[in-house]
């Protein structure tokens, strides 16, 4: 159940339930629909105060008691690889990558299922449907698409048609002042590959090419496994209280 907490523009904030990343703590969180013409524009606004969207919603963490949930952002223009992730580079080397218009489609689904049923089986997304896919991609109001990674094909000079099989996507937003990774999945059995990484590096190239600062990663959390690896992209800015602080 959820109530209104600001009347200029509505805010609304969640009931407590448990935490997906920190033992025996509770999370709430504080959202707001993002409609119409200026859903763009309220999206980036949004972001820079440390939401997250989510469909046509954004939210961010609005716990009582814990402030664990940092939202980070890549400093393009200084961000320099490390020579691991150099090598990550030169091992996708073989890889296509493509922006695509925020269409679901089934090989992004069947993608997208094989990455939760190997790695998420027991999360919120297990149960989702190829309309629930389709929602998720498509059920928004702000500027955004899907990045694709494919095998290189004999052709995929010549024609997209050309591209192999799907390997990784990243769903993405464009803001005014960056592109922010929403959400990503990929082959689970490619692991030598470390797609993951290799997805980051792509939209920090992408988000420098557009001429803009900063890279979105969303929230990172000291000490949660899961987050651990958005502190290797640095120069980053993190969200404090004191606002947005360079962590070189």
Known sequence: MTKPINHSHQFFLTAPSPCPYLPDRDERKVFTHLAGP?????????SQGGFRRSQA?????ACETCASCVSVRVCVDEFKPARSMRRIQGVNDDL??????AEATSDQYSLFRRYIDSRHSDGGMASMTVLDYA??????????GAVEYRHRGIDSGLTEKGDGALVACSLTDVLGDGLSMIYSFFDPDETKRSLGTMMILDHIERTRKLGLPYLYLGYWIDGSPKMAYKARFRPQERLGPQGWITIS
């Open 38 to 46: 200026q859903a763009s524009e309220l999206n980036t606004i949004l």
């Open 57 to 61: 919603i954004a939210y961010r963490p």
């Open 96 to 101: 296509v990558s493509r922006w695509r218009e």
């Open 135 to 144: 929602v998720m991609v498509e059920d928004n109001h702000v500027e955004g």
